[in-house]
């Protein structure tokens, strides 16, 4: 029994000491192997792996991916014009020589993260003091871009290389700080308004207009109207009258009984008319009686 437990523990001694030897790196990582502190080889192609077991050898892994930098604070810049500005930028940038990069910057991704983004802020603040805020706004933003990259290369691939490469520099975002934004704000809504009341003015001096002009064409076309309706009025009065002499004129007497009936009609035209009239008067002779003489007759058609 104890010979068994003997071979057992013996094996899995030999299986924790075999697992302390044996590593493996990924595709996406570098692999450093560590002895006594120093670096005593670095892996680049993935797979399985040996080392002598802790403390003689120990291994860590690097990314050697395309890593992204994004700019950590938002401390405004001064232009050429004195002019307070915020950017946003990132740098695309990845570890290509692990060995300079442990020796001359740090052991993980995040010590280079942040020397790299001293170096790119002082890249940047050094460039935008040369330039103005149109400059940063318009097309000359790619010559921005590309001397900032060269410069951050130039720190990086120096003296002392850090063993990175920097593929990118962009910038997504240039903005006034606060207080001058809030200003240029106002300012544009001032000229905005402006504009606004010169629209709304020139728009109402044309709507008055139009209506003037509408109001005189309607005072012309109703002028005209009343003139041809009064015109063709008279033409209509005159050829009545016309036809009303021919008529007349053919008989007297009946166009006397014809104007009588009509002064009746507009004199007794309610039923509580009342006249006074002296009965010897002419205004009645076409309604005397039979018996009055012929000469005073109603005429004969």
Not at 62 to 91: C, F, G, H, N
Not at 159 to 178: C, L, N
Not at 253 to 269: E, G, H
Request: charged letters at 25%.
């Amino acid at each position: 029994m104890n010979r068994i437990g003997f071979i057992a523990s013996s094996i899995l001694v030999l299986l924790v000491l075999l697992s302390s030897t044996l590593f493996v790196v990924d595709q996406r990582q570098f692999g450093v192997v560590y002895a006594l502190g120093q670096i005593k080889q670095v892996i680049t192609e993935p797979g399985l792996n040996f080392k002598l077991p802790p403390p003689f050898q120990n291994v860590s892994y690097i990314d050697k991916r395309l890593l992204t930098l994004s700019s950590l604070d938002t401390e405004p810049m001064l232009t050429a014009e004195k002019q307070r500005v915020v950017i946003d930028w990132y740098v695309r940038w990845r570890i290509t020589d692990p060995q300079a990069y442990i020796r001359n910057v740090g052991l993980d991704e995040n010590a280079g993260a942040m020397q790299l983004n001293r170096v790119v802020r002082n890249a940047f603040q050094e460039n935008i003091n040369k330039r103005t805020v149109r400059d940063l706004i318009s097309v000359r933003r790619e010559a921005l871009m590309a001397d900032v990259q060269r410069e951050v290369l130039a720190v990086v691939k120096g003296a002392k290389p850090w063993g990175v490469d920097v593929i990118d520099v962009r910038i997504t975002r240039v903005d006034y700080v606060e207080a001058i934004t809030e200003s240029v704000y106002r300012r544009m809504e001032a000229e905005r308004k402006r504009v606004a009341n010169e629209l709304r003015s020139t728009g109402y001096a044309e709507g008055e207009k139009i209506r003037a002009d509408a109001d005189r064409q309607r005072e012309v076309t109703v002028a005209n109207a009343y003139r041809d309706a009064q015109k063709i009025k008279g033409e209509g009065d005159a050829q009545a009258a016309a036809a009303y002499s021919e008529a007349f004129g053919r008989d007297p007497q009946f166009a006397q009984f014809y104007r009588s009936l009509d002064a009746y009609k507009q004199s007794f035209n309610k039923k509580s008319d009342v006249m006074v009239l002296d009965p010897s008067s002419d205004f009645f002779r076409a309604m005397q009686s039979a018996g009055t003489p012929a000469g005073n007759a109603p005429p004969r058609r």
